[in-house]
């Protein structure tokens, strides 16, 4: 008997032995694949790699430090539909507006697990991201005025339509878009159910180089590109501080003088170097809205469009940078 595997249809093609399909015979006495086996072989080649593709995204999932709580996390409640993940490349399918923030802070992939009981639904969202500091910065640009709820062992920010968390690189949403305080114990129980199978935090040092006298509480934002930045202030075009999508700055507000507010906003860079660069590219191409109305060694000042100083200071590889001051700074 023939196997299935030579046979065309449903038949050997006449006149052709089964090791024909396989092998053709040349010159000097040596054998080599025949055509038909080559066209054959490259028929299945897509086929092949769509299964090991498969086969990887689900060794991946299996293995992610990721594990979403299961059904009857509290009582009666159950998954109500499949789990989907987004990653870099779909974000946009998932986020109508505002990819680009979690983009720019380094989003790896989130993933989306409903919950239901009888007409009750709560979603559950949890973003990895690159770093402890990707979440970070993703969880103070989301976090509004920080209303802790009792009983979650992470930081956190809640009300009874969502809570917002994060843990070490992993920024949390449990959503109740249906809203009522009924939910509550239900949105409790499936956050500390999805903070049991994370890692513990690991410390951030970046909110450190803030000064801690004089600032106003909640005000601290990380940024790392024009995103980032552009809610805190314009600059100029483009990646103006030059941050590549790669180093953080800090961004804190401050209270002055009279109780005036001020912006202050602090970038760490790996040397002197770039830090330098960074400040020539900010003096050179500072927005045409703005004024430079002083430039002193390693540091100018400048007039914004709403009448209002800035002072743009390089400290060896730090870049120190206040806005929305009400008088000119003096000369350091």
């Not at 979403?68 to 989907?84: A, E, H, Q």
């Not at 380094?106 to 639904?121: H, L």
């Not at 024009?226 to 501080?241: N, R, S």
Request: with cysteine.
């Amino acid at each position: 008997m023939v196997s299935n595997f030579f046979r065309r249809g449903n038949e050997v093609q006449p006149g052709t032995q089964p090791y024909e399909f396989f092998l053709t015979f040349r010159s000097g006495g040596r054998f080599a694949p025949s055509a038909r086996f080559k066209k054959s072989a490259f028929s299945i080649i897509p086929g092949i790699f769509l299964f090991l593709l498969s086969f990887l995204c689900s060794f991946t999932l299996l293995f992610s430090a990721v594990n979403l709580p299961g059904d009857n996390f509290y009582p009666g409640w159950k998954k109500s539909d499949r789990l989907v993940t987004f990653t870099q490349a779909d974000l946009y399918n998932y986020i109508d507006g505002g990819a680009e923030l979690f983009l720019e802070f380094g989003f790896e992939k989130v993933y989306v697990q409903r919950y239901s009981s009888g007409q009750n639904e709560l979603t559950l969202e949890i973003y990895e991201m690159e770093s402890p500091e990707s979440a970070l910065g993703i969880y103070l640009a989301k976090r509004g005025q920080e209303t802790p709820v009792e009983g979650l062992p992470a930081r956190n920010s809640g009300e009874e339509s969502q809570f917002t968390i994060l843990r070490e690189r992993y920024f949390i949403h449990v959503n109740n878009f249906a809203g009522g305080q009924e939910l509550f114990p239900v949105m409790l129980a499936l956050a500390r159910a999805a903070l049991q199978n994370l890692p513990p935090d690991r410390p951030i040092a970046l909110l450190d180089y803030l000064p801690k006298e004089n600032l106003i509480k909640n005000s601290e934002r990380l940024i790392r590109g024009p995103y980032a930045l552009q809610p805190v202030f314009t600059f100029g075009e483009g990646d103006i501080l030059l941050l590549e999508g790669k180093l953080f700055g800090v961004v804190g507000n401050y209270r002055g003088e009279a109780g005036k507010v001020f912006t202050r906003i602090l970038i760490p860079y790996p040397d002197r170097a770039r830090a330098e660069a960074a400040y020539r590219n900010l003096h050179d191409n500072l927005d045409p809205y703005h004024k430079i109305l002083e430039t002193r060694p390693s540091a100018f000042v400048f007039l914004d469009y709403r009448q209002k100083f800035g002072l743009v200071e390089l400290k060896d590889s730090v870049l120190d940078i206040q806005i929305n001051l009400d008088s000119l700074p003096a000369s350091r």
